[in-house]
């Protein structure tokens, strides 16, 4: 039956030929928007994954109520009815037992590095401009195994801030508001006390705006003094063996004591959000394509099978059976899609290498200044089976009915 | 390899109109049998039952000593691939395929296109048309087409060859060449042959004549 469906195909080589082409785009055009979405996808969760830590131990907010100052001020009995209820946050929010936080994170096989934080904000002063920053104290050593801060460096290295010593290392953008160079002291405050001046010993790009302009990075006992909060931490960044359990130690973890644990992605729930919404657009514009091109394919078969009508009437005559019908013409279905699923992807592989030596933007946050495309193989299997998919989805109902058609009637209509 | 009709009455359509009014006969093994008639007569009718390719409304038609309104789907199937041949009026040949794939299709379906090809190629000698094989119909007379279709009938070595009309299509030379076609057929192989035809002359070549008048042999 192969043989005489090739020869059928053939026989109509326009035809053929147009619906190859609807499916061959149908192909490529997966490839090529799912390699574009899945490539930016993949950057910016790398961005997200590696800039910081894939899961976070912070402590939890506690917000002031009506009666959490009562016993402060009275008798446990005394029912005080206040002028003005205390509200807003109670003080600045710190670990309560770090010790116990650190060890229980250590003895986890699944971690890889923790790294206690001091997190604060304050203001950064470099002659008459003043900016706001987000202070990160900690242990250069333990913060470089938590995240890839010191591939990121573009002056000086990460561990120049050392243990002590007023030293920091802050972004790029954040550089170029202030007007201040790496060796220069500016002068930071976190809203207690005196401002304090600090070397600028290292420059960082991490490549996401926000983070290059606002945060800065010290000695975890600076930023402690600096922020009148000695000993205490705020944050554990944690660093996993495998970042895909992120989500799920999270949610274990954060059964345990009142600090709030986050994973990477429960942290960036807007932007997994738009990567959802994305992965639906893309998905139903694919398949939208590859209706029209099954379309194509329904139509080309079922035109053939009334204009071969004779001949199934003779097929039949020679004892070829009913099954042998449908497979003769699912087959011409699944010919178009095998070679069209075969040369979309080779056309859509073409297409994202084009794409991908495309100049987007001179800015190193981009990936580089080309465009970012996956390549990732399932992208091709899958734009492959859906080729398949959907010919022998749409060459199945042409090929039944051909199937159904009985000899005598064929003939009969003939002779009529 | 006989046939025997047992009482075939055919209807079609609501109300139904009765075409074969209970036929009964037998055509017997190595015959030469014509099924002669003026249109509506059933003959055509008649050939298609007999030769599987429609069912009677009651009645029964015993081939080879088996019943085919009893036979599984299947075991019909196999029976018209390896006992049975067609020749239609119009020769209805597979535009995409040269005369020799033509002849060799009902092969395909036991897989055994390389076994019978030097018998296609015997045929097509035979038939006078062995030069054409690698011909596509559309490069063929209408006299050729015919001799090409009665080759593929006779590829699988049937024991009986079914034609309706096989001459209608012809001009009476092409005609006579199919029916001596048919004849020499019957001799040399011993192949019994059951044809529809509306011409008196052609029919004059069969051992026996079966004439239909309003769905009953007379």
């Known amino acids: 039956m192969y043989f005489l469906a090739i020869r059928h195909l053939l026989s109509r080589k326009k035809q053929t030929l147009l619906t190859l082409l609807g499916i061959v785009l149908g192909a490529t055009a997966y490839i090529a928007i799912s390699g574009m979405m899945l490539g930016f996808q993949t950057f910016i969760i790398d961005q997200l994954v590696n800039n910081d830590s894939h899961i976070r131990v912070k402590a939890r907010e506690e917000m002031l109520t009506v009666r959490s100052l009562d016993k402060a001020f009275f008798e446990s009995e005394v029912l005080v009815d206040w002028i003005k209820a205390p509200s807003g946050r109670k003080d600045n929010a710190y670990i309560l037992a770090p010790g116990k936080w650190l060890d229980r994170l250590v003895m986890d096989e699944r971690i890889s590095a923790v790294s206690p934080q001091l997190v604060a904000q304050g203001i950064a002063t470099y002659g008459k401009v003043s900016i706001g920053v987000s202070l990160v104290g900690s242990d250069p050593e333990r913060q470089k195994a938590v995240t890839n801060i010191e591939s990121a460096m573009l002056q000086g290295k990460f561990s120049d801030i050392g243990n002590s010593g007023n030293r920091i290392a802050v972004g790029d953008e954040l550089l170029k508001k202030i007007g ?81 644990v986050q994973s990477w992605d429960q942290a960036n729930e807007g932007t997994m959000s738009v990567f959802t919404t994305q992965d639906i657009v893309r998905n139903s514009m694919t398949i939208s394509i590859l209706i029209v091109a099954g379309f194509g394919i329904y139509n080309i078969l079922s035109l053939a099978v009334t204009h071969k009508r004779r001949e199934i009437a ?25 070679f069209g699923g075969l040369l979309g992807v080779a056309l859509g592989f073409a297409v994202s290498f084009g794409m991908s030596k495309m100049q987007v933007s001179g800015d190193r946050s981009l990936g580089g200044n080309h465009m970012i495309v996956s390549f990732d193989y399932a992208i091709y299997v899958k734009a492959f089976v859906l080729a398949l998919a959907s010919s022998a989805f749409a060459s199945f109902l042409p090929a039944r009915a051909a199937g159904r058609m009985e000899p005598i009637d064929i003939i009969r209509g003939e002779a009529s | ?54 069912k009677p409304t009651s009645g029964d038609v015993i081939v080879d000593s ?21 020749v239609f009026q119009f020769h209805h040949l597979l535009p995409e395929l040269n005369a020799l794939e033509n002849v060799l299709m009902p092969t ?111």
């Open chain 2, 108 to 218: 395909l379906k036991s897989n055994s296109s390389d076994a019978f090809k030097e018998y296609a190629l015997e045929l097509l000698n035979e038939f006078g048309i062995g030069d054409k094989a690698n011909s596509l119909p559309s490069q063929l007379s209408g006299g050729e087409q015919q001799r090409v279709a009665v080759a593929r009938a006779l590829i699988m070595k049937p024991k009986i060859l079914f034609a309706d009309e096989p001459t209608g299509n012809l001009d009476t030379a092409n005609g006579q060449l199919v029916m001596n076609l048919f004849m020499r057929i019957n001799r040399a192989r011993g192949t019994t042959i059951v044809f529809v035809t509306h011409d008196q002359l052609f029919a004059q070549s069969a051992t026996r004549q079966l004439n239909m008048v309003d769905g009953l042999i007379v």
């Open chain 2, 66 to 86: 088996q019943s085919l309104t009893q036979m599984a789907q299947s075991d019909i199937h196999k029976f018209r691939n390896q006992k049975m041949g067609f």
């Open chain 1, 314 to 338: 003779i097929l039949r005559s020679m004892g070829f059976e009913p099954k042998d019908i449908t497979r003769l013409f699912l087959i011409q279905g699944l010919i178009l899609g095998f």
């Open chain 1, 180 to 260: 201040a160079t790496k060796g220069e002291t500016i002068l930071l405050t976190a809203g207690k006390g005196l401002p304090q001046p600090f070397r600028i010993a290292a420059v960082f790009h991490l490549g996401v705006k926000s983070l290059d302009e606002t945060r800065v990075f010290g000695a975890l006992r600076d930023i402690q003094r600096l922020n009148q909060t000695p000993s205490r931490i705020s944050d554990i960044a944690v660093r996993l063996k495998d970042v895909n359990l992120a989500s799920d130690l999270a949610s274990t973890y954060n059964l345990i004591g009142q600090e709030k």
């Open chain 2, 1 to 54: 390899m006989s046939i025997i009709m047992k009482n075939i009455i055919k209807s079609f359509g609501t109300p139904p109109t009765t075409i074969l009014k209970g036929v009964s006969g037998e055509i017997k093994d190595g015959e030469v049998v014509a099924i002669t008639g003026r249109s509506g007569s059933g003959k055509s009718t008649l050939l298609y039952i007999i030769s599987s390719l429609d």
